[in-house]
């Protein structure tokens, strides 16, 4: 796989569902086994790096030990980043009325970075 394609698709929900949906991806539930598989397991997953991997959409990385699903979404005027951490069973949703300029990229990745070694502290 040479490219991480862009499948861009704006998404109507609410941040309460958000949290939800990762960790009902990562844990089976409301997925079937087969789509679960393609999602997280070989030989869909992606090796970005020796701890980030990538596969149909979320991404799984090995944070200082601690595996942490993931995946974000942005738009020009916000953007999003949806996180779970099944070890603690914590779910994170991050909204943000910024994104899509490479300034606020930037910032955006920033507070999630702060946000999440924040959590990984603390489990």
Known sequence: MQNIGVADAPLVT???DMVLLL?????GM?????IRALMLEKPSMYN????LSYGLGVFKQNIDGTMVYHHGGEEPGYSSANIYIPQSDTSLTLLFNYGGFE????????VIQT?????LQNK
């Not at 409301?30 to 087969?34: D, L, Q, W």
């Not at 970005?48 to 701890?51: D, E, G, L, T």
């Open 30 to 34: 409301h997925v079937s086994e087969k």
């Open 103 to 110: 300034a606020c990229e930037t910032r955006v990745d920033g």
């Open 23 to 27: 960790k009902e991806i990562v844990n």
């Open 115 to 119: 946000v999440l070694k924040t959590f």
């Open 48 to 51: 970005v790096n020796a701890q």
């Open 14 to 16: 609410d941040a309460h």
